[in-house]
């Protein structure tokens, strides 16, 4: 999916995600979106990052809102969701299918899309975690949308695969502000070349 969006022009991208998106537990500032959108600004373009985080939200919550989520002024979206359907045990056949659905609805809208996926553990299971991991990176390559393979891999380059805890708040599953941070470093060079993306 391509769109011809002037140099010039804001670049207005939204971001369709659950608490970790939303930035739960965080003061405003120090959420992802807002980190992200100062990391951005500092790279020298010129974007509007909208916060379309909703706690608690599934793949089919994400569904059910994307159409008004994306309004006519939206040049582009980040979908970063699938973290409450892992929680809950949803069928990763169900998540796929709403991913789907939200692929489709930006598609029909001529929006780009960037794909965030979600490494997972295993107390599901390893076909139940192949299946929820490879379901991302499928999709991304079924769609030929840019993806980005996992939200936390900034903190896990930063201190371990299995060592995210310095990073966490209190509840052991959403990251502190400087946590975010790392997930930012990690995960800005991968937008910022989305975003550059549209301009051409």
Request: charged share 20%; hydrophobic share 45%.
């Amino acid at each position: 999916m391509t769109t011809g969006i002037a140099s010039a022009d804001e670049l207005i991208i939204t971001a369709l995600g659950d608490s970790l998106t939303a930035g739960y537990g965080l003061q405003t500032e120090q959420g992802l979106v807002p980190q992200l959108d100062r990391w951005l600004e500092g790279q020298g373009l010129s974007i509007e990052l909208r916060n379309a985080g909703v706690s608690g939200d599934t793949t089919a919550g994400g569904l059910s809102r994307v159409d008004w989520t994306l309004t006519p002024d939206v040049d582009a979206m980040i979908v970063a969701l699938g973290g409450n359907d892992y929680l809950r045990g949803f069928d990763p056949a169900l998540s796929r299918e709403n991913l789907t659905g939200i692929l489709e609805a930006a598609q029909a809208k001529n929006v780009p899309v960037m794909l965030v996926g979600l490494r997972v553990g295993s107390n599901y299971g390893p076909a139940y975690k192949a299946a929820f991991e490879g379901m991302y990176a499928e999709l991304a390559e079924a769609y030929d949308v840019p993806f980005y393979p996992g939200f936390f891999d900034g903190m896990r380059a930063a201190v371990g695969e299995d060592v995210l805890t310095p990073f966490l708040q209190a509840d052991g599953i959403h990251p502190s502000a400087e946590g975010v941070g790392l997930i930012v470093d990690d995960f800005g060079p991968a937008v910022l070349r989305f975003a550059e993306s549209l301009e051409d």
